[in-house]
């Protein structure tokens, strides 16, 4: 069964840091998409961030990019969101998603604004 894991969710200052984990298990492929979407309260969900497997191309959001950084690890199975100079507007549940045989997406860790 493929799975994303989430985890590193937490309280944010204005202005801290936070890094998220993705953790990505059960499949084969060698060339799949792994990213970030966020959801505030009353929100639509949003892509913040992805990187590809194959080359290491990476998006990001306009309203994140210069603060947050998208990285994997050499096995490419885990997958990392730094994200730096936090606002209050990064406030949300933080979604793992991957292009692995079909959309999968984790269960999603809360970064919390705490001003």
């Known amino acids: 069964e493929v799975q994303l894991v989430e985890s590193g969710g937490g309280l944010a200052q204005a202005g801290g840091s936070l890094r998220l984990s993705c953790a990505a298990s059960?499949?084969?492929?060698?060339?799949?998409?792994i990213g970030w979407f966020r959801q505030a309260p009353g929100k639509e969900r949003e892509g913040v961030s992805a990187?590809?497997?194959?080359?290491?191309?990476?998006y990001y959001a306009n309203s994140v990019k210069g603060r947050f950084t998208i990285s994997s690890d050499n096995a490419k199975t885990t997958v990392y969101l730094q994200m730096n100079s936090l606002k209050p507007d990064d406030a949300a549940v933080y979604y793992c998603?991957?292009?692995?045989?079909?959309?999968?997406w984790g269960r999603g860790t809360q970064v919390t604004d705490s001003s």
């Open positions: 998603w991957g292009n692995l045989g079909s959309d999968i």
């Open positions: 990187i590809s497997s194959s080359d290491g191309s990476t």
């Open positions: 059960g499949f084969t492929f060698d060339d799949y998409v």
